[in-house]
């Protein structure tokens, strides 16, 4: 059964730094693609950021690029992204997603970063 | 990046069918085959339930069909049910080989 398991999520002032982890397990993480998502608090979907299986190409939405930065261990089967420089406008549940074909087929069940001072 | 553009809401009745329509532009939908749509009742995560336009996961039921024409696509929910009131979401592949999601939709079964 595929497993993805976020965690590193909290509150950090504006300005701050927060790394976001994905624990992943029940397939072979080292051969996709993955991706963050993230979901303001009633808002919708918005793609954040993806990393190719050996880590070698990265893909940044717009609004974090400069900011955030995907990573992966594939010794340890885990996902990162590092976020810097935090706004209020980063307040959201993220979502690590395995991606399967052209599509989100598998998603973790999301951990909140809010941004207050 | 713009968000792909959805209607806001839509309604139906038991056992009648809705369309939402997912509007892009010739860099993304009207690109790729590579449409998909989530499903999300509240307080939950996304559900993959259309992907490469057309295509369902094992799972979902065949009452969730996809289409695309041009720069816009389309999920039509025949038959609906109590179950299927949630919120709605199409995705593209874009040119820079991200992806994009749309507004959302919420559908109310009335």
């Known amino acids: 059964e595929v497993q993805l398991v976020e965690s590193g999520g909290g509150l950090v002032q504006p300005g701050g730094s927060l790394r976001l982890s994905c624990s992943a397990s029940?397939?072979?993480?080292?051969?996709?693609?993955m991706h963050w998502v993230r979901q303001a608090p009633g808002k919708g979907l918005e793609y954040v950021s993806a990393i190719s299986p050996n880590g070698g190409s990265t893909k940044y939405g717009d609004p974090v690029k400069g900011r955030f930065t995907i990573s992966r261990d594939n010794s340890k089967n885990t996902l990162y992204l590092q976020l810097s420089r935090l706004r209020v406008g980063d307040t959201a549940v993220y979502y690590c997603v395995r991606r399967t074909g052209g599509s989100f087929g598998y998603w973790g069940q999301g951990t909140l970063v809010t941004v207050s001072s | 990046q713009s968000a792909l553009t959805q209607p806001r809401s839509l309604s139906g009745s038991p056992g009648q069918s809705v369309t939402i329509s997912c509007t892009g532009t010739s860099s993304d939908v009207g690109s790729y085959d590579f449409v998909s749509w989530y499903q999300q009742h509240p307080g939950k995560v996304p559900r993959l339930i259309i992907y490469?336009?057309?295509k369902r996961p094992s799972g979902v039921p065949d009452r969730f069909s996809g289409s695309k024409s041009g720069n816009t696509a389309s999920l039509t929910i025949s038959g609906l049910q109590a179950d299927d009131e949630a919120d709605y979401y199409c995705?593209?592949?874009?040119?820079?080989?991200?992806?994009?999601f749309g507004t959302g939709t919420q559908v109310t079964v009335l």
């Open positions: 490469d336009v057309t």
């Open positions: 995705c593209s592949l874009t040119g820079s080989f991200t992806y994009v």
């Open positions: 029940g397939f072979s993480f080292s051969s996709d693609a």
